[in-house]
C-alpha cells in the first residue's frame, strides 16, 4: 500500500512559527477555488462555498489513491482575503467589506480530465452543493511572501497583520504586491478560538521593482 501523503508536513509554505516572520517562496500551486463576499461568520455564502469545495477535494483524493495508487490527506482550508481599504483588516475590522476566494490545494499530479469527472460525480449525487457550479481548479503564483503563524482567535489577528503589513514588510525593503493569504492549520468546528493556529501570508516584492 502506498504512503500517504501530507502535504501540510512535507510543503514548507506550510511551515511557520508564532512571533516569527519569515520569507518564503511559494511555487506555482493548483487549487480548487470559489469566490465570495461578506463576513464568513454570518454570510449563508462563506458557509455554502465550505460546502462546495470539500466534496470535490475528497472525491479526487478517493479518485486518486484508487486509479493512481497515491493517496494524501487533504490539505488544510485556505483563504484569499481582499477589501478596497486594507485598514478594514487591521483597524476597523468591518468584515462585511471582505471579498474572499476559498482554496483547497490539489496535487499536482491531478489533471483537468481527473478533475472534470469528479465535479460530475459530485453533481449526480443526491446532496448536490448548492455553489458547486462556482467551483474551479486554478494556478496561482505567489512567489516570495512574508508569513507568520497567528495563535487564537481569526478577531485578535489584527495585531499581527498590523506588525506583517506595517512593520516588517517596509522595515525589509519589501512591499505589498498580491492577496492576503490564510491557512487554517486548525478545524475551527474542533478547536476552542484561543487554541486555533492560522497561518497569515502576505505577498511581497522588493520596493524598487
Known sequence: ???KTDFSKTLDGYRAQRGIVR???VPEMRYLMIDGHGDPNTSPEFTDAVGALYPVAYTLKFASKRELGRDYVVPPLEGLWRADDMDSF???RDKSRWDWTLLLMVPDWIDDARYSVAVEQVRGKNDRPARLDDVRLETLAEGRCVQT???GSFDDE?????????E???GNGLRMTGTHHEIYLSDRRRVAPEKMRTILRQPVAPVEE
Request: glycine content about 0%.
Open 1 to 3: 500500500m502506498s504512503e
Open 23 to 25: 520569507l518564503v517562496d
Open 90 to 92: 487591521t483597524v476597523a
Open 149 to 151: 503563524l497567528h495563535v
Open 158 to 166: 489584527a495585531p499581527v497583520l498590523a506588525q506583517l503589513q506595517h
Open 168 to 170: 516588517f514588510i517596509p
